[in-house]
Structure formats: C-alpha cells, structure tokens
C-alpha cells in the first residue's frame, strides 16, 4: 500500500521533470522560428551579388546592369553585377545553383539557361527546375526572321514558296548551336514544313555581318540585334517571331497573321535564387522587381536595348519554364539539335 508521504514526495520530480522538458522544447522552438524571421526581416544586410551569364557589352548584359543598379536602390544594399559567361550560361547557372540559398547570390538567366540547355546537354551542372527558385521575369525579347536585302523574299508567304521550292538553295543563320535563335530557326521550319540548312555562329554579331554580306540569305535573330540594321536598310525583317508584334518593330507582322500560330517563342529574362531561399526573402525581390519594370524610366530603358518590359512573378515565371522545357526538348528531337 502506498502511503501519502511517498505520493506526496514522488509528485515534485515528475512536473519538474516535465517543465524542464517543456521549458527546454519552447526554447529550441522559439530559436528555431525566431532566428531565420530576423535573418529574413532584415534582408539584405549585406551586398547582393547578381550573376549574369553573358559578356559585358550585350543587350543581355546591359539590362541585367540596369537591373542591378535599380535593385541596389529599391534594397537599400550595393548590388554587385558578376560577369560569368561561358558553356551556354552553363557556368553561371552552376555556381548560383550550389550557392547558399538566402537571397545573396541571384541569376539573370534566359531561355538559354532553363530550357534550351536542358533540352540538348545531359552533363549540366544544374537542374532547371530543381536547382532554382524564380522570382521574376523582367522583360521579354521578340525575335524575328530577317532576309538579305538582295533576297527577293518579302512575306512569310513569299519565304514558304521560295524555301519549299529550292530547298538546297537557301540557308539560314542563328547566333549558335543551341541557342534560341536556332530554336526559333528550327520551329520556324517545322510550322511551314520545310528543311533548312542551319548555319551557326559565335554570337549575333559575325551572323548578321554574313547575312548583310550574302554570305547566308536569311538569319533568325533578337529585335535588339536587328533595329540598327533594318534601319539602315542592310537586312529586311519578314515577321517576329511572337504571337502580338513587337512594339519596336510595329509594321513587322507576327507568324501567326501568316497562317502560322504554332510560330510563337521568344527570349526573356529571368531573375532567379537558389533552390530553397526563405520565402519572405523572394518575396522581397519579387516585388522590388515589380517596382522597377513599372517604373516609366526603367521601361524606357528596357525599350532601347529592344526589350518589352513585361513582369511576371514567381508562379508564372516557374509556369514558364515547366511549360516551355518540354516543348525545346521536343523541338530538339525533332530537329536533332545537340550541343556542341
């Protein structure tokens, strides 16, 4: 029979025990919400360093610099732009991919980066949608179907016949293997039904020289690339590229008032955090985002490197990616592009 006393005496132990207990899980709680919420409230404390996967000098370029410089004022923190070109983005994409994940090292990155080089390399040192968190796309690029000014191709009609009827005859140029324009060159040929020969090169540059010297009689390329030269009457464009015309080139019609709906890829830009960044962290550079694009003076700027302002957020940004991967990788298949 258990007497009073030892009822009495074993009761102490147990609720100290259980307090402790208590005490202690409260505590590791409290820490473990309390730290990440400050680190995430007072973000950024420190730079931001924003890669970018293409040479100084590029429209590419230019916009992510714009971009950094309006980030650095809308965070109240320097932000770093870091030139890492090479491999088709590939290496920029794989540093910020094994970055630490808390908003201090993001990616300006392009259909390149998320679903052209998945679509042709097995060997990449990222995942498109497994190694990124993506914040916002910044602005879209049309890309457009251009002529030699010598060619006597004025319409999409007039290209479809020509192209058709003497297939060995013609040719057309991209900016490089891979890259979107030979995924726009290539999607091009498949809406028409026709074959092509692809002729890549190292940039946009030494292929629209050669498309203005003759040397190739047509070129798929950026607006960007393609104002100045239109302008000065060295190359003719025959359409864009995307579903609605480009605000840069109004009078140039689209693929789709051709007949030709399926025709509808562009370039855009993209902002991207390592997979796993804190939640209130994207939130911020979401809307910081979203403030610079509407900005009259930002989409002034964005207009002359022959970009369309056009934000999206995080959702819709993901969407992208997760929609247009497998359309490239189809693309590819179909077309036997492969890296090089």
């Avoid at 259909?111 to 968190?133: E, G, H, V």
């Avoid at 879209?140 to 179907?145: D, E, G, H, K, Q």
């Avoid at 192209?163 to 290539?186: L, M, N, R």
């Avoid at 590229?241 to 399926?262: I, N």
Wanted: proline content about 9%; charged content about 15%.
């Amino acid at each position: 029979m258990t007497s009073f006393a030892s009822v009495s005496a074993s009761r102490p132990a147990r609720v100290s025990r259980r307090a402790a207990v208590c005490g202690l899980l409260a505590f590791a709680a409290a820490g473990a919400g309390m730290q990440p919420a400050a680190a995430q409230t007072d973000y950024p404390s420190r730079p931001v360093t924003l890669v970018i996967p293409f040479p100084p000098g590029g429209s590419a370029d230019v916009i992510g610099r714009l971009m950094g410089q309006r980030l650095s004022t809308a965070l109240g923190q320097p932000v770093v732009v870091d030139n890492r070109p090479g491999a088709g983005t590939a290496i920029a994409a794989g540093y910020v991919a094994k970055s630490p994940a808390d908003g201090y090292t993001l990616l300006l990155g392009s259909p390149s980066t998320f679903t052209a080089n998945p679509a042709i390399r097995s060997n990449l040192p990222y995942d498109p949608i497994k190694s990124f968190d993506p914040i916002a796309i910044v602005a879209r690029i049309p890309l457009v179907l251009l002529a030699n000014k010598d060619v006597p191709v004025n319409t999409v009609k007039e290209f479809v016949a020509a192209v058709k009827a003497a297939p060995d005859k013609y040719s057309y140029a991209s900016f490089g293997a891979g890259t979107t324009s030979h995924f726009a060159g290539e999607i091009i040929l498949g809406a028409v039904g026709a074959k092509l020969l692809h002729v890549p090169y190292k940039g946009s540059a030494p292929a629209m020289t050669d498309l203005i010297g003759g040397q190739v009689p047509f070129s798929v390329d950026t607006v960007t690339a393609a104002i100045p030269q239109l302008k000065g009457g060295k190359v003719k464009a025959i359409a864009v590229t995307t579903a609605r015309r480009s605000s840069q080139l109004p009078t140039v019609p689209t693929f789709a008032e051709a007949g030709y709906p399926d025709v509808d890829v562009d370039t855009w830009i993209m902002l991207v955090a390592p997979k796993g960044t804190p939640a209130p962290v994207r939130e911020r550079l979401e809307k910081a985002v979203a403030q610079i694009v509407a900005a009259p003076d930002a989409k002034a700027a964005l207009a002359a490197q022959g970009a369309e302002p056009a934000f999206a957020g995080q959702a819709a940004s993901a969407k992208q990616i997760e929609n247009e991967l497998p359309l490239m990788r189809a693309v590819a298949q179909r077309a036997n592009i492969r890296a090089d």
